[in-house]
C-alpha cells in the first residue's frame, strides 16, 4: 500500500485492489496497517484486501550476492534469489524485487539489516531459516503463502549459553507488515533453563501490524523459548488451529497462538475463530525483576481454553528461574472453549511467583466449570492480584458498546 497526504491533517492510504481509505491525521500517527484493516472491514465487509503477485518460473538458488553499499538512507535492491543467500551483512537496508520464490531462504550473520518486501514479495513452500549472530534484523512486508512447515525458524539459538555479552542472544529481531496465509507456526525460537543458565535467548522480539489467518494445525502459533522484552502488537489473527489431525486427540493439544517464555508485552492484538489460549505466557525474569503486560486485546470465539494464561513451570522452579509480575488490563473476550470442556475465562490463572495488575477487563459470553462467571479469573493459584474496574455482560453488544472498530469487525 502506499500513502499519499491530502493536507496538512489528512492522508489516504491506497490498496493494492484500489479501495481508497482517508484518515485523520498525519501518516506516522494516523495510519497503521491494523487501522487500515478495519477501515477495509466496514468498506468491503473482508479483512485483508487481495494482494496481486507475480508468479515467475522457479528460481535457481545462487551464491551470495556480492552487496555493494548504497547511498547513505537508500535501499539496495536485490532479487528473492539473492535475498535468499544473505549472510554476513550489516547496517544495510534492502527492497526486494517483486515476484515469488519456493526454494527457501537461509540467511545469516546479519546486523542491523531491514529487509522489505512491500507485499509484493511471496514466499511459498519452503519458510526462512535464520542462524549465526543476529541484531538489529527487520524482515517487513513479506507475503507468506503455502508454507507447511515454519515460516520463520532460529535454528541453532539453543545451543548457546546466555552471558549478557554480544553474540550470546538475538539482540534484536522485528517481524512486521507480515501477511501469512495457509502456512504452518509462524516463528520458533528454541530456549531453555538448566542450574541458573538460559540459552536460545531472545532480546526485543517483534511482531507488528502484520495479518496472520488460516493456519490449520500450527500447535503454537509463534513460539519464543526465552524472551526478554518482547512485544506483539496490532496485529490480525483469525482461523489458527482449525485442524487435528492426531486421531488421540481429536480437539488438538493445549496451544497458545502466542507461547512466550520469559516477559514481554501483548497488546492491541486481535485473535478470532481459533484453538487455544491467545496469550500462554510461562514468566520469568532475566537479567532482573520483569514484567508481563497484556493489554488492551480483543479474543473471540476459540475451540477451547481462556483467552489467556500465567504460570510457571514446576520444570522452571527447579532449574533456577527467577519469578516477574503481571499486568492485564484493557482486554475484551468473549465466547471462548465452545467444547466446555475447559474453562472459558479472560484468564487462566496458575501460580506465578509474581503479583498480577487485573484492572478494566470485560467478558462477555465466558464459561466455567466449576462456578459461575465473576471476576472472569480461573483462579487455581495463590497470587496476589490488584483487580479493579472489571465487567462481565451478557452479551457481545454490551460489551463493545462505545468501541465502534470492533463493532463493525463484528458485524
Known sequence: MTFTKKTVTTTTATLSDGTVIPFVGSASSAVTSAKVSEAYVKLKGAYVPPVTVPTPPVQIPTPPVIIIPPSPGTAKEISLSDFAQLRDVADMKFALKPGSWSGGVYISNLKNVTIEGAGKAQLTEDGIELSGKLSGLVLSGLNLKNIEGRQIVAVGVDKVKYTGKAGTFIDGLTLQNLISDNCGRLF??????????????????????????????????????????????????????????????????????????????????????????????????????????????????????????????????????????????????????????????????????????????????????????????NNMSDVKITEKDNQYFATLAAALAGIPTLKALMA
Request: aromatic share 10%; with cysteine; charged share 20%.
Open 188 to 377: 520458533h525460537a528454541d530456549g531453555n533453563l538448566n542450574n541458573g543458565v538460559y540459552d536460545g535467548v531472545i532480546k526485543d522480539f517483534r511482531l507488528l501490524n502484520s495479518a496472520l489467518t488460516n493456519s490449520p494445525e500450527p500447535g503454537d502459533y509463534v513460539y519464543l523459548g526465552n524472551a526478554i522484552d518482547a512485544l506483539v502488537q496490532g496485529n490480525r489473527f483469525d482461523r489458527i488451529n482449525t485442524r487435528f489431525s492426531n486421531p488421540d486427540k481429536p480437539n488438538g493439544e493445549h496451544n497458545g497462538i502466542i507461547f512466550m517464555k520469559g516477559n514481554g508485552i501483548i497488546s492491541d492484538n486481535i485473535c478470532t475463530n481459533h484453538q487455544g489460549n491467545f496469550g500462554r505466557i510461562w514468566l520469568h525474569s532475566i537479567d532482573g525483576l520483569k514484567t508481563v503486560q497484556i493489554l488492551r486485546n480483543f479474543v473471540y470465539n476459540s475451540l477451547k481454553y481462556s483467552a489467556f494464561e500465567l504460570q510457571r513451570s514446576v520444570e522452571s522452579v527447579a532449574r533456577g528461574y527467577k519469578p516477574a509480575n503481571a499486568i492485564v488490563n484493557g482486554n475484551i473476550a468473549g465466547h471462548l472453549s465452545a467444547l466446555k470442556d475447559w474453562d472459558g475465562q479472560l484468564l487462566d490463572l496458575y501460580n506465578t511467583g509474581g503479583t498480577l495488575e487485573y484492572m478494566g477487563n470485560k467478558g462477555f459470553d465466558l464459561y466455567g466449570t466449576k462456578f459461575p462467571i465473576s471476576n472472569m479469573i
